[in-house]
């Protein structure tokens, strides 16, 4: 079993609607979740960052964790076209943060 | 320039050949970071610098891969005997120092052995 698990998809969704993209893992010391953007041939862009539980806003982005669940959530609001790019989880220990653990995305097709 | 470049961008080799990956940092940042990512997977950690010593070389996955860093800047990752497993896109990372500080990429370097 992976360390981090994530749905690959493709999740395909009409322009306006809300998106929940979601992550689980085994690793109990994790204390450090990230969720990046990917567009196709590019580099992983970092979208939100969280430490430990709760949420976290940023315009259309939130991000939750619940770590009694072992599970974080990314949810966009007011999908565009544009949000269409595979989107990956990563999460670290805090004795080791900088040593991220990926999974493996999941992609995200926004339809006009 | 503004962000973290690697160069080649594609490199295709036959199968036994060395290859050397390079990457160009953000200027000023300590940290600099290589991952291999494959098809359908997340990335894979392989090595971290911070300035020119690897503190955590333990992602390499075998003796014919190796990195440096010079300068506290540039880093180069070196493939040898490439094997056809090793097709992957190679993406590297800074970050002005380790730990809580976001890691930005490049672009990656996507290399196919034939």
């Known amino acids: 079993q992976k360390e981090v698990e994530q749905d690959p998809g493709p999740l395909s969704v009409p322009e306006g609607a809300i998106v929940s993209l979601n992550c689980t893992y085994s690793?109990?010391?994790?204390?450090?979740f990230m969720w990046y953007r990917q567009y196709s041939r590019k580099g992983p862009e970092l979208l939100m960052y969280?430490?430990s539980s709760g949420n976290k806003e940023d315009g259309r982005f939130t991000a939750q964790v619940d770590k009694s669940s072992k599970y974080i959530s990314l949810f966009i609001r007011d999908s565009q076209p544009s949000d269409s790019a595979t989107y990956l989880c990563?999460?670290?220990?805090?004795?080791?943060?900088?040593?991220?653990?990926w999974g493996a995305g999941t992609k995200l097709i926004i339809k006009p | 320039g503004a962000g973290v470049s690697q160069s080649p961008s594609n490199k295709v080799t036959e199968k036994g050949k060395d290859v050397e990956l390079r990457c160009d940092p953000i200027?000023?940042?300590?940290?600099l970071y290589w991952y291999r990512q494959s098809l359908g997977q997340g990335l894979e950690f392989l090595i971290y610098?911070?300035?020119?010593?690897?503190?955590?070389k333990s992602g390499l996955p075998s003796d014919r891969f190796s990195a440096e860093r010079t300068g506290g800047s540039v880093s180069t990752l070196t493939i040898q005997r490439t094997q056809q497993e090793d097709s992957a896109v190679y993406l590297c990372?800074?970050?002005?120092?380790?730990?809580?500080?976001?890691?930005?990429f490049g672009d990656g370097t996507r290399l196919s052995i034939l």
């Open positions: 690793n109990s010391a994790f204390q450090y």
């Open positions: 990372a800074s970050s002005s120092s380790d730990g809580l500080q976001p890691q930005h």
């Open positions: 969280t430490y």
């Open positions: 990563a999460m670290s220990e805090e004795d080791s943060n900088y040593q991220l653990i």
């Open positions: 610098f911070q300035g020119n010593s690897a503190p955590d």
């Open positions: 200027s000023g940042h300590t940290a």
